[in-house]
């Protein structure tokens, strides 16, 4: 089993002059739809919110980064930050685990935990990734 770690932090403003200077194209490069969509409804938060879930990309990618051949545009979508009932966010990385997989002779990605937080000028998460 190996264990790696990731953290990120970012500044929200950041986050927002990218969504409000390139739009859709900048939303639709890093976020999928779930993500957008969820975001979008968080009203006065939702910079908040897309930021944190651009640090738990970052951290994720840092976790992972010696698994993957390079960081492809491609990797950000592949990795989903979602909400389960309770409001906990979770991480779903079905695409992501193909992607290992095929780069990491050796090793599967067993799970990925991440713990985000933010506040009126900063997000930040941190991830936990188990190989096995």
């Known amino acids: 089993m190996k264990v790696t770690t990731g953290i990120d932090i970012i500044e929200v403003d950041r986050i927002r002059r990218s969504i409000e200077e390139l739009g859709d194209t900048f939303l639709n490069r890093i976020y999928t739809e779930k993500e957008i969509e969820y975001c979008s409804k968080s009203g006065v938060m939702k ?47 079905d695409k992501l685990k193909n992607n290992i997989e095929k780069t990491a002779d050796n090793l599967k ?24």
């Open 47 to 93: 910079y908040q919110h897309f930021a944190a879930r651009f640090a738990a990309k970052e951290a994720i990618f840092k976790a992972i980064s010696d698994f993957i051949d390079g960081r492809e545009d491609a990797m950000w979508k592949d990795i989903e930050v979602i909400n389960i009932e309770s409001g906990k966010p979770v991480i779903n990385v």
């Open 109 to 132: 990605l067993e799970s990925i935990d991440v713990s985000i937080s933010h506040i009126k000028d900063y997000a930040m998460a941190s991830v936990v990734a188990v190989f096995s």
